[in-house]
């Protein structure tokens, strides 16, 4: 399907909480993208991330997570362009060998994963990417088995 991606301007206020912004969609997803919660690619001052508009029950929005608001140089106050295009690519996610090997030795642990939503595989896998101590990334490595096994249906 071809989209036209849609470009507004927006200012960051300081009203956010975990280092996290939601940036509004000041037009109706469904109309414009064909559904209300669509993937799509957000680009803010040349620097781009997956995403999805979200709805919770108020205004359209998208995350705007802290690494992304940094790198995109995003200051409260400061309006930026925003453009939000479809994300018509697979999503897929890089297993580091550590949780690869963890969820190979999971019955249906590998096919759990990739059930997972690729927000949820994304997190999990840039928290072990991130971690600085060996201890840190075994205790995260612990978590994601945890989240696997938990939504492994028997």
Excluded at 2 to 19: A, F, G, H, I, L
Excluded at 114 to 142: C, G, I, M, N, Q
């Amino acid at each position: 399907m071809m989209v036209t991606p849609q470009r507004y301007k927006w200012t960051p206020n300081n009203d956010r909480s975990e280092n996290m912004f939601a940036i509004p969609v000041p037009f109706d997803p469904k109309a414009v993208f064909g559904k209300a919660r669509v993937p799509v690619v957000v680009t803010i001052n040349g620097h781009s991330y997956r995403s999805t508009i979200a709805h919770m029950g108020g205004p359209c929005f998208v995350p705007l997570r802290e690494s992304n608001r940094k790198a995109a140089g995003v200051e409260p106050g400061v309006e930026v362009e925003v453009m939000l295009a479809l994300d018509e690519e697979l999503r897929t996610v890089d297993l580091p060998d550590d949780l690869a090997a963890a969820l190979d030795a999971i019955p249906h642990g590998r096919e759990t994963w990739d059930k997972a939503s690729f927000t949820h595989r994304r997190e999990y896998v840039e928290s072990l990417l991130d971690a600085k101590k060996p201890e840190t990334r075994v205790k995260r490595l612990e978590k994601a088995v945890a989240f696997v096994k938990g939504r492994i249906k028997t």
